[in-house]
């Protein structure tokens, strides 16, 4: 009546010694650790890490171990206070050319590695970060739009054939057609009006000319912030996501203002390493017939001066072509011919038929490829020390490098994809696919805000998280022994397998915990345990019923288990609504709640009903079990 078969103990004892290995993890934490990564004009190594190692030893800073991978080096160290010693040695030794960031790495040991066993990850309140506030700048999202209705009616007036002198972009994002005769004028605003219904237009009169002056209504305006906002989020997340930040938290706040948070990044620097490079292309015509005026610093109308890398001048037409924005796609390569690192473009719609028309018109001149890096980098004062902000931060300012990869002759009509060349090195052909393929910023973002959540915090909140949990699990695990004996015994071996269960779940997805999911693996121990008073009172109730011990314990699972089911998916029903509906600290905990009723449901039925067994299901003949104040008969 109380046995089960070798295949359902299998199934216990497979779960829980995979539960074991997989939770275990956690209980080793993580070591500070500083990161040592390159920037576009250095490269990490070994002989890095050997150079890191002695600057070191020479300071007799410990460390506890070296690791060499993709993303740079790690060094290990005992405590925080060592780490933030060796952070600022090293960066002052190694120079502005490395980069030296604040980290965490898992102390899980190798064979844990090997099985795949990762420890879950932690949430900004648990194991620090950084947060940032960002701020869209408007202005640019204008201008951009301005300059992008500009082309728009070119196109529109070149492929309905009217015949206009020039269209002016003016400062105040009006964008003025002007004309030569009013038929002409009449026929473009009929032209416009079908084709580009967002624009507002009024007629004027200089001199001669008829002027015909447009811009963008205030509806499709706030369209276009609305999408700046949007794509900058988007473009953040696959950034970050690609470099490896895990778990980030990216939302809106307000019209136009971004929120970053970023869990295990303590250095801010390393921060804005991954958000403020804000890379992109720009593709211009060469201006050569005043190539000679580049040399002398003289800037014609309409044109402006650029550099390539080594210094030397260009003279570029004013006008972009077309931008970051038209990729789609980028890869990094090599060239068939020359062996030289690429990055493989592709464009979309608008941008390929823009790179065919262009390129179809200037075969034999020079196009040129600029990338444009928007940096934050700290604001210095006369004496080239770092100016505090009225909150007593670093202040910051955003940098604009400009500069031509190459220039090359357009020997052939292009269409949707084209290549890159003139890049240094293969790690740079790594990194401009990256942020590129990430998405180029539909508008600069400055940094308004920024907060740091040190390691320290972070710790303590974890260990209050526990103690808290550990507490509430020691007073269930007295009040069950007491008042239920053997079966309060079980009930809390049960309890125990539940919550390594669910740890090793949240392990397994990776999933992130917070404050708020620490508050629901307590709520999970508090209703884990329910299920097994219902079946104690039940078994109870039988006795009292004059049932025998065997038929007893049979009918208390039994009969208790439709109980235990419609309370635990009444439950999850909620917490299913809170995790489609909820957002940041509500999902977090929604994801736990919903994993915990899955585990108790398995601990307190199965698991409970397995040790039950093994103790008391092969006696022939039990007379008497212990479970409340007396042992029943």
Not at 207 to 232: C, H, I, M, P, W
Request: net charge neutral.
């Amino acid at each position: 009546m109380n046995r089960y078969p070798a295949w359902k103990y299998l199934i216990v004892l497979a779960a829980v010694l995979l539960g074991l290995i997989y939770a275990l993890p956690n209980v080793f934490g993580e070591d500070p650790a500083i990161q040592i990564s390159a920037t576009r004009t250095t490269h990490v190594d070994a002989g890095t890490v050997t150079r890191v190692e002695d600057i070191l030893k020479r300071a007799n800073i410990p460390y506890t171990g070296t690791v060499l991978d993709q993303t740079g080096a790690k060094i290990r160290f005992a405590d925080t206070e060592t780490q933030l010693r060796a952070r600022d040695l090293v960066q002052h030794e190694l120079g502005d050319t490395y980069t030296v960031a604040l980290n965490l790495l898992p102390s899980t040991p190798a064979f844990l590695r090997f099985l795949r066993a990762e420890p879950m990850h932690l949430g900004l309140d648990l194991r620090g970060g950084v947060h940032f506030l960002m701020q869209v700048d408007s202005r640019a999202v204008l201008k951009k739009a301005a300059e992008s209705t500009a082309d728009d009616l070119r196109r529109v007036l070149r492929e309905a054939k009217v015949r206009y002198v020039a269209v002016n972009r003016l400062e105040s994002g009006t964008i003025d057609v002007v004309f030569r005769e009013a038929g002409e004028r009449d026929k473009a605003r009929d032209v416009i009006r079908k084709e580009l219904r967002d624009l507002q237009m009024e007629d004027a009169q200089r001199g001669a000319d008829y002027v015909l002056s447009a811009r963008l209504s205030d509806t499709a305006l706030a369209e276009k912030k609305r999408f700046a906002v949007e794509q900058n989020m988007t473009a953040l997340r696959n950034r970050v996501n690609e470099l490896g930040v895990a778990e980030p938290v990216i939302q809106q706040q307000g019209q136009d203002r971004i929120v970053v948070q970023l869990p295990g990044v303590q250095d801010t620097a390393r921060a804005k390493e991954i958000l403020g490079r804000t890379a992109t292309l720009e593709i211009m015509l060469v201006d050569e017939e005043n190539a000679t005026m580049a040399m002398t610093g003289q800037v014609p109308i309409g044109d402006k001066l650029y550099r390539f890398r080594d210094g030397r001048p260009i003279l570029l037409k004013n006008r972009v072509i077309y931008s970051g924005d038209n990729i789609v796609d980028a890869a990094p390569g090599f060239d068939s011919q020359t062996s030289q690192p690429i990055v493989s473009i592709s464009l979309d719609a608008r941008g390929a038929a823009i790179n065919q028309r262009v390129t179809g018109e200037n075969v034999g001149k020079r196009m040129a490829v600029v990338y444009i890096e928007i940096k934050s980098e700290p604001k210095l004062d006369a004496n080239g020390r770092p100016v505090l902000d009225e909150n007593g931060r670093e202040a910051r300012v955003s940098k604009r490098v400009e500069e031509v990869i190459t220039a090359p002759v357009i020997r052939q009509q292009l269409g949707k994809r084209f290549q890159i060349e003139g890049l240094d090195s293969v790690k740079e052909a790594n990194e401009l696919a990256l942020l590129l393929r990430a998405g180029a910023l539909a508008a600069p973002v400055e940094i308004v805000e920024e907060r740091t959540v040190g390691p320290s915090l972070g710790a303590d909140n974890i260990q209050r998280g526990f103690h808290s949990t550990w507490i509430g699990f020691a007073a269930i695990s007295i009040f069950m022994i007491v008042y239920y004996m053997t079966f309060g015994v079980i009930s809390v071996l049960s309890l125990g397998v539940n919550v390594i269960l669910l740890v090793a779940l949240l392990s397994i997805l990776q999933a992130t915990l917070t404050l708020p999911g620490m508050a629901g693996i307590a709520l999970t121990v508090g209703m884990a345990i329910d299920a097994n008073v219902l079946i104690n009172e039940r078994i109870r109730e039988e006795l009292r019923n004059g049932n025998s011990p065997q038929a007893s314990i049979y009918a208390g699972y039994e009969r208790a288990f439709g109980t235990i089911l419609d309370s635990n998916v009444t439950t999850l029903i909620a917490g299913i609504a809170l995790l489609a509906f909820g957002t940041g600290p509500v999902r977090g905990f929604a994801v736990v709640l919903c994993l915990g009723i899955l585990t108790s449901m398995f601990s307190a039925v199965m698991v409970s009903r397995a040790l039950v067994n093994l103790y008391y299901g092969s006696r022939r003949k039990l007379e008497r079990v212990a479970i409340g104040n007396t042992a029943w008969r």
